[in-house]
């Protein structure tokens, strides 16, 4: 079942999101070579914890930390560690921040140092086909028109988009309905209605987009080993289009 949310509730959201963004923005000044996931995710903490909200992931079915930290070859839910970053890795961060009771979900990759051309490419359209996604998250177009966007536009370019991860309806819950998924057929799935709130969040692969999961029961990486990159954003759907409630 889908949650409507109303003009206030998405006000409250964003605020969540507001906070959300300024701790992305503070991490992307903290990356560099020899800093840990295992910092990046205390570092998180303490920064919710002086704004007021809290990390909704941590204790979520159990998930032990306050972000996801996927390094490289992890697509999604990587656990943080004390292991140093290196120059011209990529790590992907992704937090959901519960301020009052409502959430706001992003995830947003990072090169470590110097990355490799090829590798910022990866970056680059990645970000790309998120924003891709979201300029079709209007009232009147289907799931399925996010979903044959953003697949479109990362095969084009010769990458491969994630199937078994999708994007989500969010609101008081991390997860509702709807699966925003990043490939299918456009005209297809629910309508999309004012007041409905979701998350875009394409994992984008160098090689092939399938993945296995590590046997910590969690992490999800390439099965080939290359490389796989992943923003997300939560947006509301209103009268006046798509607002990004975790814009930096
Ligand atoms: N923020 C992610 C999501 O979209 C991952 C949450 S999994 C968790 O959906 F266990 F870490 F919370
Ligand atoms: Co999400």
Redesign the pocket.
């Known amino acids: 079942m889908v949650i409507i949310k109303t003009r206030e509730e998405i006000e409250n959201m964003r605020k969540a999101g507001e906070i959300l963004a300024s701790c992305h923005k503070e991490i992307a000044k903290i990356i560099k070579p020899g800093i840990t996931t295992y910092e990046i995710d205390q570092f998180t903490e303490e920064f919710l914890k002086k704004h007021n909200a809290t990390p909704?992931?941590k204790g979520?079915?159990g998930?032990p930390?306050a972000t996801?930290a996927s390094v490289n070859d992890e697509i999604?839910?990587g656990f943080p560690n004390k292991k140093p970053l290196k120059d011209g890795d990529i790590v992907t961060i992704?937090?959901?921040v519960n301020l009052n009771g409502w959430l706001a979900?992003s995830?947003w990759s990072y090169g470590v140092g110097n990355v490799s051309p090829k590798v910022n490419e990866l970056l680059e359209v990645t970000k790309e086909s998120l924003y891709i996604g979201i300029e079709k998250a209007v009232i009147g177009n289907r799931i399925g028109d996010i979903s044959h966007a953003v697949q479109t536009y990362v095969e084009s370019k010769g990458f491969s988009v994630v199937r078994d991860?999708v994007?989500?309806g969010i609101g008081r819950d991390?997860?509702e309905d709807p699966q925003v998924p990043h490939f299918g057929r456009p005209g297809r799935g629910l309508r999309l209605m004012e007041g409905m709130v979701i998350?875009i969040?394409p994992m984008v692969n160098m090689g092939t987009y399938k993945c296995k999961v590590d046997d910590n029961g969690?992490t999800a990486r390439t099965t080939d080993g290359k490389l796989s990159a992943q923003y997300?954003h939560t947006l509301a759907i209103t009268k006046d289009g798509p607002i990004i409630i975790t814009q930096q």
């Open positions: 909704e992931q979520y079915q998930y930390f996801c999604c839910h992704d937090m959901v979900d995830a991860f994007g989500h991390m997860h998350t969040e969690w997300e």
